[in-house]
């Protein structure tokens, strides 16, 4: 019968190096008070012997936990799984968010959090207790909720908010703070728009708890003020659901001078302005022209395939783990927030005005 192997620990990395625990996690963790000769030393053990660094074992150099807990809205999130829908934006989020922690020898670990929960205090600072983690990632909108940044600081865990720029709306510190430009790229979707000639833009809007639906309004808006062109009965608000698109797209469509193109803030809302236009016998893009953000694989699959703004989500993410990380090891005070610029890609779902 075969026996088994055992695993190699940081004991038997510490014993075959001849040094301590404290040594190897220093090496490990890649802490600079280590000379160079001890460094090589520790270093040629773990080759050897195939260590591999458990999380337990980076703990040990003193109060890291070398986790970051990236928290994202629960309902939304659960609601989208269930519908069997997907969430890009997680996915996005965990990949650029887990391979920079990994870069740096953290993990991620992803909670999901109902703020519309009476017991939110209960259940997140009871997460922050067994995890104890050295940063957390907030995602909209609970980067902008006061309350989760007041749990946070009360159990000195310090945070990226991630949609979270400009002044500060209430008395927790802002810590660290990463932005897609969300203003920038619903000017870039009008200017494209201005630019085939179109002149009534429609806008549908995402819900008003996120403070990025209102700057992509004023994308929006203050390039048709440029441009000289009215707003007055072109803006309708959704809540990113497909069934908001649908009702905000019809409301649209049904004005006595409709729009001739229509910039949704979201994919499932460009989606529900499709079908809307179809079933008012409009072809897409003779008789209206769509541009959606978010960029997820399935606008690419559509008849015909939406043009849309990307969002660097994994970007975005991994900048903030990047940064969160770095404060803690320099002591360094949060640095001054970061823009992150976006990009339209063109497909069939936008041309010229049919008149």
């Known amino acids: 019968m075969a026996r088994r ?14 040094v301590s625990l404290q040594t190897v996690s220093r090496v490990i963790n890649n802490e600079p008070n280590v000379r160079p000769e001890m460094r090589e030393r520790v270093q040629a053990s773990i080759d050897r012997l195939g260590y591999v660094p458990s999380i337990a074992a980076q703990r040990m150099s003193g109060s890291r936990s070398y986790l970051i807990l990236a928290l994202n809205d629960r309902e939304r999130t659960i609601a989208d799984w269930r519908a069997r829908q997907g969430t890009d934006w997680v996915d996005q989020m965990l990949l650029g968010g887990m391979l920079e922690c990994a870069e740096h020898g953290y993990r991620l670990i992803f909670e999901l959090v109902d703020t519309h929960e009476d017991h939110l205090e209960r259940e997140l600072g009871a997460a922050l207790a067994a995890l104890q983690p050295d940063g957390a990632i907030l995602t909209p909108p609970h980067s902008d909720n006061q309350e989760i940044l007041r749990i946070l600081a009360r159990h000195h865990v310090p945070y990226a908010r991630i949609g979270a720029l ?21 000017r870039l979707a009008t200017r494209h728009l201005l630019a085939l000639g179109h ?29 000289d062109l009215p707003c007055d009965g072109l803006l309708e608000a959704g809540d990113f659901s497909y069934a908001s698109g649908a009702r905000a797209a019809r409301a649209l469509l049904g004005r006595e001078a409709p729009p001739t193109a229509i910039i949704a803030s979201n994919d499932q809302m460009a989606l529900a302005t499709i079908e809307a236009a179809r ?29 849309a703004v990307d969002q660097p989500i994994a970007q975005t993410t991994a900048t903030a783990v990047r940064l969160l990380i770095q404060a803690q090891r320099d002591g360094a005070a949060p640095p001054p927030p970061v823009l992150l610029p976006m990009s339209l890609v063109e497909r069939g779902s936008t041309a010229p005005p049919r008149d």
Request: proline share 9%; with cysteine; charged share 25%.
């Open 5 to 18: 192997r055992l695993a190699v620990t940081i004991k038997h990395v510490a014993a075959d190096a001849q």
């Open 166 to 186: 400009g002044e500060e709306d209430g008395p927790c510190p802002p810590g660290v703070r990463v932005s897609m430009d969300d203003e920038g790229a619903a």
């Open 199 to 227: 002149r009534r833009i429609g806008f549908i809007a995402g819900p008003a708890e996120y403070r990025l639906a209102g700057w992509r309004v004023d994308g929006w808006r203050a390039e048709m003020t440029a441009a």
């Open 279 to 307: 079933d008012a016998g409009m072809d897409i893009p003779r008789d209206l022209s769509v541009v959606s953000f978010d960029n997820t694989p399935l606008v690419r699959f559509t008849t015909p395939p939406l043009t």
